[in-house]
């Protein structure tokens, strides 16, 4: 993909660091997703923004390890496991700038790191390709200004594009993973990003997420289960609707500068189709 330098308010692929490009204009998928669940929550965050959590940090030093390694050692400060009394708030005062983690922590992410690089299908894809580009594009209805940002990109032998998306979790096996996928939407991810790529001319690429369980196998091995996933082009589908229904609630709150809050009305609670089907019901 032919990545340059980023222009405000520009369709393209370019080259940014993280944190110039959640400052940059447009709707990403994380957006969307405060919009499907409660427009007013959106506002606030827009408003305020957001902080890291310290499991955001973790993921995100996962990914560097795992993408871009040799940005990796200068990531991060090793915090001590252990504070005397008041030690603790002179080292946060001092080593904010960056995430703090526990020799420990690092030890996992260094072998969630090796793990992904000695899996099969892991390696090939990262063989060649490039780590968090930054893609934007308008959407032909709204006129919103769309972005996202692939882990990895990379084309295989028929020069098709593919797209990798890194997921740290639980339960990455099929049963396990489909249950984030669906909780967390990723399936409307998939969606919004391959259809930001065709928007650029580079057509439907192919989308795979790559499942990487955090804790190993076994407590005494390093060994991390590692699945690669596709989704079924059914749920892709939904994925499509959802977020093109998100877009539109999106542009009128953003016309009306009317953000509802849904947690006025009492709700009419429905479980997951899979509760009934496992109960019988």
């Known amino acids: 993909m032919n990545a340059t330098p980023y222009a ?5 692929i370019f080259r940014m660091q993280a944190a110039d490009y959640h400052k940059a204009p447009g709707v990403g998928k994380h957006s ?7 427009p007013a929550v ?9 902080e890291a959590t310290d499991a955001m940090e973790m993921g ?5 390890a795992v993408l871009e390694y040799d940005k990796f050692p200068g990531s991060f400060y090793i915090r001590p496991d252990k504070f005397k009394s008041g030690e603790k708030q002179a080292w946060n005062a001092t080593h904010g700038d960056m995430p703090s983690i526990t020799h420990a922590e690092l030890n996992r992410i260094d072998n969630i790191a090796a793990n992904c690089r000695a899996h ?3 390696s090939a894809l990262l063989a060649d390709g490039e780590a968090e580009l930054s893609l934007f594009a308008r959407c032909p209805t709204t006129d919103i200004m769309r972005k996202g940002r692939p882990d990895w990109i990379t084309t295989d032998e028929d020069d098709q594009l593919t797209l990798v998306d890194f997921k740290f979790v639980q339960d990455a096996t099929k049963h396990g993973f489909a249950r984030q996928v669906a909780d967390l939407r990723y399936y409307v991810q998939h969606a919004y990003y391959v259809d ?8 439907i690429p192919r989308f795979l997420f790559v499942a990487v369980e955090k804790e190993p196998m ?18 892709v589908e939904m994925g499509r609707n959802q977020y093109l229904c998100d877009l539109m609630r999106f542009s009128e709150c953003d016309k009306s500068g009317i953000w509802p809050d849904d947690t006025d009305k009492i709700q009419v609670l ?6 009934r089907r496992e109960n019988a019901i």
């Open 8 to 12: 405000p308010n520009t369709e393209g």
């Open 32 to 38: 969307l997703d405060y919009i499907h669940d409660c």
């Open 42 to 50: 959106y506002a606030l965050y827009r408003k305020h923004g957001m």
């Open 60 to 64: 995100t030093l996962c990914h560097t």
């Open 120 to 122: 099969p299908i892991v």
């Open 196 to 203: 930001l790529c065709e928007l650029l001319g580079y057509g």
């Open 218 to 235: 076994h407590p005494d091995a390093s060994k991390h289960r590692i699945v690669v996933h596709e989704l079924h082009p059914l749920d």
């Open 270 to 275: 429905q479980l997951p189709s899979w509760v």
